[in-house]
């Protein structure tokens, strides 16, 4: 079992930056790759970032590319999404994930096994 719990979500102006930060119980985390997705309202769940389990391997949405940066510490069972240069279209509830893979990083939702609650974004124009 993995308990995964975001936290960093909040309101910001666009251009802003915030850091979230997923928390993971469970000996385990270590051993596979960890991704983050979002869900704006009326919107399907999308893929944002994926790090694979050494954290030498990463990718990334187009529409947050070269904006959001994911990362994490395995000493302290974390996993990282800075996000900067905010956009009011990043507004969404950000979710972590484990992935069932080690090292194969996956953008689909099928490919995640555990789930956080989310932490809410909100983007200002």
């Known amino acids: 079992q993995v308990h995964l719990v975001e936290s960093g979500g909040g309101l910001v102006q666009a251009g802003g930056s915030l850091r979230l930060s997923c928390a993971a119980s469970?000996?385990?985390?270590?051993?596979?790759?960890m991704g983050w997705f979002r869900q704006a309202p009326g919107k399907e769940r999308e893929f944002v970032a994926a790090v694979s389990w050494s954290g030498g391997y990463s990718d990334y949405a187009n529409s947050v590319k070269d904006r959001f940066t994911i990362s994490r510490d395995n000493a302290k069972n974390t996993v990282y999404l800075q996000m900067n240069s905010l956009k009011p279209e990043d507004t969404a509830v950000y979710y972590c994930?484990?992935?069932?893979?080690?090292?194969?990083?996956?953008?689909?939702?099928?490919?995640?096994?555990?789930w956080g609650q989310g932490t809410q974004v909100t983007v200002s124009s």
């Open positions: 994930a484990k992935s069932r893979e080690r090292s194969y990083i996956s953008r689909s939702s099928v490919s995640y096994d555990y």
């Open positions: 469970g000996r385990t985390f270590s051993d596979y790759s």
